[in-house]
């Protein structure tokens, strides 16, 4: 691989959505916390997106075939790392999933997780010489995709396990699996969630699920959230409200506009125009991710760049869908958005992977 890397060569199409899209969501924690107990906290945004670009430019320059080396290394230090979160983890709405660091910061192993499992998925599928995955390699692949997944669901946080499946679903895909492979998985994934539902999901969880079918049937319990944010989304219209000019975030009733439900936020204040063009923004910047994958050097490099794809659509498409009630509440947020510090670093040292591939597509 060629040593030198210019400017040019760098995804600036990219990089230039991402801070677009980061700046409306600053804005819109900006007008959602203002005058309220968060406010200040969109400062804290700034600085989180500032050490996400310093962190996505030194993963950028470190060899991607490196880090795909030191795979087995971040694996071990993420489940010990996720085990140490029950014993020393901040207790938070009931769940623990924060470690404390200095000065009142908290990190969250999961988020950072999702790096890993797209490296691991990455190393392991283009390790493998045949056409197909086979079934023993498919199983071992899945359960050192599952421990990860079992110990954050334990947290518990449900929502940002099932994060790691997207990645192990396109790695599959794009190698390929036998159908009767896919009729098996269908058949076992019918078995389990009916298992799940009673043996696994706790009160609140059910409760999240049922009344995503039906919120009027606890309008001031595990529904409000959802009425209220689909109250958002209508009331802001063809324009919206304007900035800090949102009744429902304004007035308190959306919950956690600032992170969840920022995009109700967003929509009640700049209306169904505003929505439209920032989902096109993210379109933008999967396309480019895509076309990382398609110029990528090498399977590894394919193999990164979709599975870096295919969590941040995930991301999209449940928390756009949760907004306005067609998917089930959950702690997912919108990505480069939703205020969080461990959540906005680990998407940038995700696209720090993509840029990372794109400035190695050239060999000597």
Not at 273 to 291: A, E, K, R
Not at 293 to 320: E, R, S, W
Request: proline letters at 4%; aromatic letters at 12%.
């Amino acid at each position: 691989m060629a040593n030198y890397r210019s400017l040019r060569d760098f995804d600036w199409t990219l990089w230039g959505v991402t801070l677009v899209i980061c700046s409306l969501g600053v804005l819109q924690i900006y007008s959602a916390t203002r005058d309220t107990v968060w406010r200040g906290v969109w400062t804290k945004q700034i600085l989180c997106i500032l050490a996400g670009m310093l962190l996505a430019w030194v993963i950028s320059r470190v060899d991607y075939h490196t880090l795909l080396g030191q795979v087995p290394l971040f694996y071990v230090a993420t489940v010990v790392l996720l085990a140490i979160t029950f014993v020393l983890g901040v207790k938070v709405f009931g769940s623990r999933r924060w470690i404390p660091l200095v000065a009142g910061v908290h990190i969250q192993i999961s988020e950072f997780a999702k790096l890993v499992m797209v490296l691991l998925v990455a190393r392991y599928l283009s390790a493998i010489r045949y056409d197909r995955i086979e079934f023993r390699d498919l199983l071992r692949l899945a359960a050192l995709v599952g421990l990860p997944m079992v110990l954050v669901m334990k947290q518990p946080d449900l929502g940002t396990s099932l994060t790691y499946l997207p990645v192990l679903a396109a790695g599959i895909y794009l190698l390929g699996l036998r159908w009767q492979y896919w009729a098996a998985i269908a058949v076992l994934s019918a078995l389990l969630i009916p298992a799940g539902w009673y043996l696994y999901l706790k009160d609140y969880q059910k409760a999240r699920l049922t009344t995503f079918v039906d919120p009027q049937k606890d309008p001031r319990g595990a529904g409000y959230q959802v009425i209220q944010s689909k109250i958002a989304v209508g009331s802001g219209g063809l324009w919206g409200k304007g900035v800090t000019k949102g009744y429902q975030t304004k007035l308190r009733f959306l919950p956690v506009p600032h992170t969840d439900f920022i995009m109700a936020a967003f929509a009640e204040e700049h209306g169904f125009v505003g929505v439209l063009v920032v989902l096109g923004l993210y379109l933008l910047l999967l396309l480019q991710i895509v076309q990382n994958a398609q110029t990528a050097p090498d399977k590894a490099g394919m193999y990164i760049c979709m599975g870096v794809g295919m969590v941040l659509l995930f991301h999209l498409l449940v928390n756009v869908g949760m907004v306005i009630g067609r998917m089930p509440v959950t702690g997912i947020p919108l990505p480069l958005m939703s205020y969080g510090g461990s959540s906005i670093l680990t998407t940038f040292m995700m696209l720090g992977l993509v840029n990372n591939v794109r400035l190695r597509r050239f060999v000597n």
